[in-house]
């Protein structure tokens, strides 16, 4: 059976996932095979575009300064590595336009928030000011409009004429298992030397919370047009209820015939080899790759969807005194406070999922 994609304010569909680390996202995209979609062109990540975008924001030190301290050279610095990306994802998007494909990528919710806004994540800093803002705002071609405009839940650099141009989906896992998984990954990166502590704690602040996601959700909600609503999918569901799966693509518009619960190769580290062109040093290559070999371990060592991976109830209390034992205090507590904050946001995502 195959599906057809739906159309999308008059523009070429195109998928938007959304997701944060950990999620089980990428179990998402090998059952859904989108490789190996007949009707879908992605990139060899399946997205990341703005990866390098928010990696120029943490290593420069751009994520925990208020915006109005940044210098007009910082600003411009960061703005060109984010335009770069932006221009990248418009590539690969005529390129799926050209072959008439469903264009598809995932991305971090929090990679492609405008870092003016994380600063407030970092330090408790006041909302930047909109004039600021606008200084990492991308430009967009004119084709998307000549006046783009930012609402309230926006929150990204891109305008809001060019995010209705996509169908935005969401991956979702029930915070107590994302975070601590997260924090275990950072964890072993730290071992073999491809993240500090000091990283290790930008990246959980800056990863353990899910208001980029709502944000954005709820940003959907508010569009005019209503012909495609955004979707939800949650782990628990990729991983336990594989009609969930195939609901979520075939509303994506993808092909539901190409689908798979098991595998016997995965070679997904290899897709993380950048592309041509591609101006990474043999360092930066390695750390890359030993970085996704860390990430994608329990995928690339499956052959199948891994189900003890996601409990049946989640009870945060009792997982709080096991963190206690793995990490000690001050990071148990870090990961308490991080769930406890979350669950409003997790529930409410949670409600809006993907059921048969």
């Given amino acids: 059976m195959s599906t057809i994609a739906p159309k999308n304010n008059d523009q070429p569909h195109r ?3 959304v997701s944060v680390p950990r999620t089980a996202s990428n179990l998402l ?17 399946s997205g990341y575009f703005f990866y390098n975008a928010f990696m120029k924001a943490r290593m420069n030190g751009y994520i925990g300064g208020p915006l109005d301290q940044w210098t007009t050279d910082e600003k411009s610095d960061l703005k060109a590595t984010i335009q770069q990306c932006f221009n990248r994802l418009e590539d ?3 390129q799926a336009r050209a072959e008439k494909k469903i264009m598809f990528t995932k991305e971090h919710a929090f990679w492609f928030v405008n870092p003016g806004f994380l600063t407030s994540t970092v330090d408790g800093a006041k909302t930047p000011d909109p004039k600021q803002l606008k200084d990492l705002h991308v430009s967009m071609p004119e084709r998307y409009g000549s006046s783009p405009t930012f609402s309230a839940n926006n929150k990204t650099f ?4 060019y995010l209705r141009t996509w169908q935005i989906a ?3 896992r029930h915070p107590a298992l994302a975070y601590p998984s997260l924090y275990r990954a950072m964890q072993k990166l730290s071992k073999v030397g491809v993240i500090d502590d000091d990283g290790i704690k930008g990246v959980s602040v800056t990863n353990m919370t899910m208001e980029w996601t709502r944000n954005l959700f709820d940003w959907c909600l508010e569009q005019p047009d209503k012909s495609v609503t955004p979707l939800v999918i949650d782990a628990n569901d990729v991983i336990h209820n594989p009609g969930a799966v195939v609901k979520f693509c075939e509303k994506a518009g993808l092909d539901t015939a190409s689908m798979q619960f098991e595998w016997n190769d995965s070679k997904m580290v290899e897709t993380w080899i950048p592309e041509s062109g591609n101006t990474a040093t ?4 390695d750390s890359s790759k030993l970085a996704a070999s860390i990430m994608l371990s329990t995928l690339q ?5 891994v189900k003890d991976k996601a409990p049946a109830s989640v009870d945060i209390d009792a997982e709080v005194a096991k963190w206690h034992v793995e990490f000690g205090d001050e990071i148990a507590e870090l990961l308490e406070k991080c769930t406890r904050d979350s669950m409003s946001d997790y529930e409410y995502l949670k409600a809006h999922r993907v059921t048969v």
């Fill in 301 to 305: 060592e499956s052959t199948g969807i």
């Fill in 29 to 45: 995209l090998k059952i859904l095979n989108i490789h190996n979609q007949p009707n879908v062109l992605t990139s060899p990540k």
């Fill in 158 to 161: 891109m305008p809001d004429e």
């Fill in 92 to 94: 690969y998007s005529a």
């Fill in 15 to 17: 998928v938007l996932l």
């Fill in 170 to 172: 969401f991956i979702i």
């Fill in 282 to 285: 043999p360092e930066q290559l």
